[in-house]
Every structure is written in structure tokens, then in C-alpha cells.
């Protein structure tokens, strides 16, 4: 299970957002470089067809780490109306390389894939957070990575993400939330699939943390 | 880690298998001076695929399994022989696989027996029977040389001791023997030093052979 919101920044105010991102967390930013491909199954296999995304962490070192992850649906009723972040289902596992080669003899199918490059902050404030920033790449040919271009071009994609269980998503979703209200001046967050835009100040807000550092209180 | 070779036992034709080979062995383990550590316990899934159309069978491998090692408690392997695939994953997996329910494990079974120090040696015998079920469905011995992690150095040696193994064992005058199956590694896209991925293939090949030479019998 996990905590989701997530928001799009120009691509010129995303230097003062990890300004404002390094002085909230208090962490080193790690890099981002990350190779998400969506798979589907063909017709007729399973008793619903099903989705699963590889990711393949570009930048590990001596090589790419993979990823499978299960994203499934979001809490839905009066209850996660009230709250202002997404819960969902979500699993992960670590795979050793050949798991894509697997779910090709499993009868699962490439449907998209994209290569999302950035930063991504890791921190502990009342849950464990990850803050990502990313610009999303689609590829002119299947695995061409390094010819990926921006699917967005001067935009960029913010996801606030915390694990959490069905014991604790409430004070989870509220951390995250209280996050994010740090981030208000520069990014709207909200849940996906529900945009808010970019902020109309955040030029002014980002010029402020951009000639003092950081130090201004937004 | 330290090379493994997983050994099954082949009964002489006519006989089938049943858990007085495994008392034989585990005390001829005892009788070359092993030092008991403690039981052990492996756990092999068969998958099929679900099909919203029985009618329409699309080309999906029949010789999908699972294993879960006593070894490495956080991770699961998968095999597709077939293909030559082999995939190290966590645990956590195997809820990915019922959250999209396209395959279902249909057909479980456990290893379960005893673990046993000798020397350099590690020595799992253990019994393999379908859950929920008291048949026996063969015999697997799990031989580990600890000093060496290169499946080549340790040819001889592995060789020595299984040929020690066999001489021992002879003289308890048992309709059998334990097997072991020259594997090409390589195929799987494995390399000589040992891993837990090693012992998922040969699994998976120990079984098919199981399966096909080896009658079950009940307790």
C-alpha cells in the first residue's frame, strides 16, 4: 500500500524546488534515471487482464538494478474523499535481469514505455517519503533510450510517495499532505489523474529561494 | 556462496520410493560421523495459466514453477525450463503473482528432512511430498562444499565425496541410488561462480526428472 500525490513544474523553477527540497529534507538528493516499462497480458490469459511494470534503475552501479511493481487500484468511498492523497495498493519485488525476458514467456506483452530522469529525495518526517523530479522521456524506438525525448517538453513531474499499511495510511496521508504544503509555493500536489496545474506565482517563489539559497521563509 | 549439487534418488526399476529410503540415508549420514543441525524446508510451486477461454489455448510455457529456499528465506526463484529462464525475486513476488492473477500455483510441494555438518560438508536429505498429502514423492540431497564458490575447482572434490557417498550407502543394500545431473548452467545464463539461482535450475531439472522416473508411494 502507499500514499500518493504527485504534480507537474516548469522545468525553470525545478532548480529552486530542489533548493527548497534540500533544505526541507535534510538528505543528499540521489540521481534519477529510471527505464519503466508497462506491460499487458494477451488476450485470454488471466481471469482479468493485468498489468505489470519492470523498472530498470539505469544509474546503479556495476549495473542497472530491475524492479517489478504492481500498482493496483485506489481507495474509493466517503472516506478517501476526505483524504487529500491518493492510497492505493502497490507491491514491489527486486528481479534479477532476466524477469523481463520472463514475462515475455508469460505471455505479457510490452505496451509502453518511458525513461523518467531526474532527482528523488529519500527522508524520514513522521513517515518514510520519497519526493522524485522527474522529466518523462518517450522512446522513437522500442529500449531506444538514449534517443528518448521529453513527452512534455519545459515540464516536469513531481510524486510525493510513502509506504504505508491498512493500519497506518491515515497519519501516512497525513504527513504526506503536510509535506507537501511546504512545496505549495512552487508545486501543486494532488492526487493523479486529478491536475491541478502549475502555480501561477511559483516564478516569484522560485526567484526568492534562487538569490538568497534557500534561507527566505516562502 | 558455496557450490551445491542436488542429488535425487533414482529407485531400480520395478521399485518405488518411500520415507524408509530417507531414514536409511539420513543414519548413513549419521554413520560417516555428520553432525545433525537441524530440519530444513523447501517449498516448489507449479503454475498454470487462467484462461477466460478454455477453448483457446495460447502458446504459454507448461513448466512454470516457483521455489522457495531454506536457505534464503526473503527471496523466490522461478524457473521455466523450456526457455531457460531462471529469475531471482523477493518474496514479495508471489503476492504480484496473485494480484494479477493470470497463473495460479496448482501443484505444491514441500522438501522437508534433515541438515547435517560433515567436514567441509553440508548435507540435506530430505523427502518430497505433495501438500496436503502423506505420498511420498521422492527423495533430494542437497550436497554443499563450503572453502569453494567456483563450480569447476570443485568438481573433484564434489565427485569424491558423492563416489564416498555411494560406497557408503551400498552397503545398506537399498533398491537405488542418488543421482546427480550434469546441468549446462550456461544455458540459463549462469556463470561458474554458485548462487542461489544454481539451485533453482537444478531443482526444477531434479523434479522433471522425479516426475518422470519415479513412482510415488505412500509414506
Not at chain 1, 525513461?115 to 522500442?142: D, E, T, W
Not at chain 2, 531457460?84 to 522438501?111: C, G, H, N, P, T
Not at chain 2, 542437497?142 to 572434490?157: G, H, Q
Amino acid at each position: 500500500m502507499e500514499c500518493v500525490v504527485q504534480g507537474i513544474i516548469e522545468t525553470q523553477h525545478v532548480e529552486a524546488l530542489e533548493i527548497l527540497l534540500q533544505g526541507l529534507c535534510g538528505v543528499q538528493r540521489e540521481r534519477l534515471r529510471v527505464h519503466e516499462l508497462t506491460l499487458k497480458s494477451i488476450p485470454n490469459l488471466g481471469v482479468v487482464s493485468s498489468e505489470v511494470r519492470l523498472l530498470c534503475d539505469l544509474d546503479q552501479q556495476p549495473e542497472p538494478t530491475w524492479t517489478v511493481k504492481h500498482v493496483g487500484g485506489a481507495m474509493r468511498g466517503a472516506g478517501a474523499d476526505q483524504i487529500s492523497v491518493m492510497v492505493r495498493t502497490m507491491i514491489e519485488s527486486k528481479v534479477s535481469k532476466n524477469a523481463l525476458r520472463m514475462f515475455y514467456s508469460l505471455g505479457y506483452k510490452l505496451d509502453h514505455e518511458l525513461l523518467k530522469v531526474g532527482f528523488a529525495f529519500h527522508f524520514q518526517r513522521n513517515a518514510h517519503i520519497s519526493v522524485s523530479v522527474s522529466s518523462v522521456n518517450k522512446m522513437p524506438k522500442i529500449h531506444a533510450i538514449d534517443e528518448a525525448v521529453p513527452v512534455t517538453p519545459g515540464m516536469q513531474i513531481v510524486v510525493v510517495t510513502a509506504p504505508a499499511t491498512p493500519e497506518n495510511y491515515g497519519e501516512v496521508a497525513a504527513a504526506v499532505s503536510s509535506f507537501c504544503e511546504f512545496l505549495a509555493p512552487l508545486v501543486h500536489l494532488s492526487k493523479p489523474f486529478i491536475s491541478m496545474g502549475v502555480v501561477p506565482t511559483a516564478a516569484a517563489a522560485a526567484a526568492s529561494l534562487m538569490s538568497d539559497g534557500g534561507g527566505t521563509t516562502l | 556462496m558455496p557450490v551445491k549439487w542436488v542429488l535425487y534418488w533414482q529407485p531400480n526399476q520395478g521399485t518405488t520410493v518411500s520415507t524408509q529410503i530417507l531414514n536409511e540415508a539420513t543414519q548413513c549420514v549419521e554413520s560417516i560421523n555428520g553432525v545433525k543441525e537441524g530440519r530444513w524446508k523447501a517449498t516448489l510451486n507449479y503454475y498454470k495459466p487462467m484462461l477466460r477461454d478454455q477453448s483457446n489455448h495460447p502458446d504459454l510455457p507448461r513448466d512454470f514453477l516457483g521455489i522457495s529456499l531454506a536457505d534464503q528465506p526473503s527471496k523466490y526463484y522461478f524457473v521455466i525450463r523450456s526457455q531457460r529462464i531462471v529469475v531471482e525475486a523477493d518474496a514479495s513476488i508471489q503476492l504480484i503473482m496473485e494480484k494479477l492473477q493470470s497463473y495460479k500455483s496448482k501443484v505444491s510441494l514441500y522438501f522437508d528432512g534433515f541438515q547435517y555438518q560433515l567436514g567441509d560438508f553440508r548435507v540435506r536429505v530430505g523427502r518430497v511430498v505433495p501438500v496436503h498429502s502423506e505420498s511420498v514423492r521422492g527423495i533430494v540431497m542437497e550436497v554443499e562444499y563450503l572453502p569453494i564458490s567456483s563450480m569447476e575447482k570443485s568438481r573433484k572434490v564434489m565427485e569424491e565425496f558423492v563416489e564416498i557417498w555411494h560406497e557408503a550407502l551400498s552397503k545398506r543394500s537399498l533398491s537405488g541410488k542418488f543421482v546427480n545431473i550434469e546441468l549446462n548452467f550456461g544455458e540459463f545464463g549462469l556463470a561458474d561462480t554458485y548462487t542461489p539461482q544454481h539451485t533453482g535450475v537444478q531443482y526444477a531439472i531434479v523434479m522433471a526428472h522425479m516426475i518422470a522416473t519415479v513412482q510415488p508411494a505412500r509414506g
